[in-house]
């Protein structure tokens, strides 16, 4: 009786193990397409490297003409400016850049002006406060998922070893 | 015997046919083509209603007589497929050596990427200047693709 005993606890730890193995192993997949795929997929509105970001301005009200994202030599990334328009370089704003064309490929670049006061380019949409924006949706794909994965990974090593080690 | 004056009498004429064909010829320069810039990608976005001019290249290449061959491809980037869109390019603004893109209808033709290739001879360096203008009353993102080549 002791020994059946004994055997199905072997085999229920058995299948506890297997159980967390299998858990570790969807976890670990969940991890490698956070860290991996997915900000692949987010990076479309990235700056890239060795490219030339500026934009065509009107200096009457600040509205954006033209936002261009340049590549590098031998492209000559120079606007040709009509009267009253003003350009402005962005590239050393990589931050900026992320935002503005996550924008723009949405067809919100009209949410963009520049600041004739503080010669600052800025977005309307985010002084008001709304919905959450795209540019937050791809800060959520590329940080917080990988983050929250590998935290899962973690503490499932942690609870696998304190099992083994019991 | 015979055989070879048979040979005598046709070899003899060849070999003087192929001479005289080898005299005629023109001596001629060989040009290489230089590629001078592959597949180069622009992402331009261009606000309602207004227009985008850029250098895309700007004294490029040699300045003595070249011929040139420019390749400008253009596709939407975003945005929606409802749009209705003019674009051109120009080589040269000297010799106006140019292309202007009928209109272009997304909303009907589907997703597309048109294209146009110029090819000229220029006295001067090159100069590639395009132009967008947007007549969406919506922003829209385009990618320019641009080849150039010189001989």
């Not at chain 2, 597949?39 to 985008?52: P, R």
């Not at chain 2, 253009?74 to 603004?93: C, H, K, S, V």
């Amino acid at each position: 009786m002791l020994q059946c005993s004994g055997y199905g606890n072997v085999l229920l730890r058995r299948r506890e193990m297997r159980n967390i193995a299998l858990i570790g192993l969807a976890i670990l997949i969940v991890a490698s397409l956070a860290t991996g795929i997915l900000p692949a997929f987010a990076a479309s509105t990235d700056p890239q490297p060795g490219y030339t970001y500026y934009v065509v301005y009107n200096q009457t009200d600040g509205s954006i003409v033209t936002a261009v994202g340049c590549p590098p030599y031998p492209a000559a990334c120079t606007p040709i400016l009509q009267p009253g328009q003003s350009v402005m370089y962005i590239t050393d704003q990589p931050l900026l850049v992320k935002q503005l064309f996550a924008d723009a490929h949405n067809a919100k670049l009209g949410n963009w002006h520049v600041n004739l006061q503080t010669h600052q380019l800025v977005s309307t949409a985010s002084v008001n406060s709304g919905p959450i924006s795209p540019v937050s949706g791809i800060a959520m794909i590329s940080i917080a998922l990988p983050a929250l994965a590998s935290l899962g990974v973690a503490m499932l090593g942690s609870f696998i070893w304190r099992r083994a080690h019991k | 015997m015979a055989s070879t004056r048979t040979i005598t009498t046709f070899a003899i004429p060849l070999i003087i046919l192929v001479l005289a064909t080898l005299s005629t010829m023109q001596p001629v320069r060989a040009n290489v083509m230089t590629i001078y810039s592959n597949h180069q990608t622009w992402n331009i976005c261009v606000a309602s209603q207004s227009t985008s001019t850029n250098y895309l290249y700007s004294n490029a290449g040699p300045s003595s007589t070249t011929l040139w061959v420019v390749q400008v491809s253009i596709g939407l980037n975003g945005g929606d497929n409802t749009q209705y869109a003019n674009w051109g390019f120009i080589i040269d603004p000297n010799d106006h050596a140019s292309y202007f893109g009928a209109a272009i209808e997304w909303e009907t033709n589907g997703g597309e990427i048109y294209g146009s290739t110029l090819s000229t001879s220029l006295d001067t360096s090159m100069y590639l200047i395009l132009g967008i203008n947007n007549q969406d009353s919506r922003s829209q993102c385009y990618n320019v693709l641009v080849t150039a080549m010189y001989y």
